[in-house]
């Protein structure tokens, strides 16, 4: 393990009296720690030690009054101006990229590790997400409510199936989580259950065939509906990846999960843009530029389909519908993935798996 040097005294309020901790470490390299997957990801006695402790101590400074985290906020990092100091810009109280979810899974893994103090705002931040959902069973990207798209259910970037993912675990008993409280586990438990009630629910159907999901479905309709300006209500072929991935995830799955998935897949398999890809190009001002090519075998899908034709659709900040990706402005072309291979493992592998499961097999 990396050798460690205590660089900064910061206090921290837990619900209690106020105790001085020195909170930010930093390798043998002299570069600090920050934020991101990667801190859910250490061997397990990595976080037993103090300074995962103490790196702890910082990510719940940033915990919200209301229990939740912000999102694109290095959590390693001492928050500007005291405890609150989350709350103070839009990004906090969400799900979006992380947001909650993942300063949760780093907490359970230190509290595993031995790290009591680090509790009660765990159980702060559980009893969030459990507020959070939506009496439709869906989760918004924010929470408490603040209008527009923000308060819709959001699938966009595996923001709920993120949620539910934990909240499954937390009610299974799974490590992390076997060190929380029985009432909460069946609290947990039933979420999930009306949070599966809701992606059912939502699954777009063509003639009564079922496809998939947008990226947002609205709070009171449950119809597929549209977040930025460039994001429109359409059949999505990244977030329908991870929502069947959960899908798959389920114990004993139901004949309506099991028809669920099998109509996503099916979907997926129909709408491949095959023997293409996207290639980086040099346009006539010399700036990289992305573009559709050519590539014998290759598949790829496209973010947004058509929610009647299942046609690829790009659209970009002016909220126009094109069919052809070099027809939006340059700035979205290039800054959003509006084609990827996100079904592709999916396909080739665990869904594969999970059919062999269902039949008995290894």
């Known amino acids: 393990m990396k050798t460690v040097a205590l660089v900064l005294g910061l206090t921290l309020a837990l619900g209690a009296p106020e105790v001085e901790a020195n909170v930010v470490a930093q390798d043998a390299q002299g570069a600090a720690p920050q934020w991101s997957t990667a801190a859910v990801r250490h061997p397990a006695g990595w976080y037993a030690d103090d300074a995962a402790r103490r790196l702890a101590v910082v990510v719940i400074r940033h915990q919200s009054a209301e229990g939740g985290w912000p999102k694109n906020t290095d959590l390693f990092a001492p928050p500007a101006t005291g405890s609150a100091a989350a709350s103070a810009h839009g990004s906090a109280n969400t799900i979006d990229n992380g947001g909650t979810t993942l300063p949760l899974t780093f907490l359970a893994r230190t509290i595993t590790a031995g790290d009591t103090a680090s509790r009660p705002a765990f159980d702060r931040g559980l009893d969030y997400l459990l507020a959070a959902q939506r009496p439709n069973g869906g989760w918004p ?137 996207e290639v980086v190009v040099t346009d006539a001002q010399g700036r990289p530029d992305r573009v559709l090519g050519p590539k014998p075998g290759a598949r790829i899908w496209a973010r947004f389909y058509d929610l009647e034709t299942n046609r690829p659709i790009y659209v970009g900040r002016d909220s126009v519908t094109h069919d052809d990706l070099t027809a939006i402005d340059y700035e979205r072309r290039n800054g959003y993935r509006y084609v990827g291979e996100w079904p592709e493992r999916l396909l080739d592998h665990d869904y594969p798996a999970w059919k062999r499961a269902l039949a008995g097999g290894n």
């Open 141 to 277: 990207q924010f929470y408490p409510l603040r209008g527009g798209y923000y308060d819709q259910i959001t699938f966009n970037d595996d923001a709920m199936v993120h949620v539910l993912t934990l909240l499954r675990d937390v009610g299974d008993g799974r490590a992390p989580y076997g060190f929380v409280d029985p009432e909460r586990r069946e609290r947990a438990r039933q979420a999930v259950a009306r949070g599966v009630e809701t992606i059912l629910k939502t699954q777009v159907r063509q003639d009564g065939v079922l496809t998939a999901w947008c990226a947002q479905h609205d709070a009171r309709t449950l119809a597929p509906t549209w977040a930025r300006r460039f994001e429109p209500p359409s059949l999505s072929g990244q977030e329908s990846v991870g929502v069947v991935q959960f899908l798959m995830s389920l114990p004993d799955p139901d004949p309506a999960v099991i028809a669920a998935v099998e109509g996503a897949v099916a979907w997926f398999q129909t709408v491949a843009i095959s023997d293409m890809t």
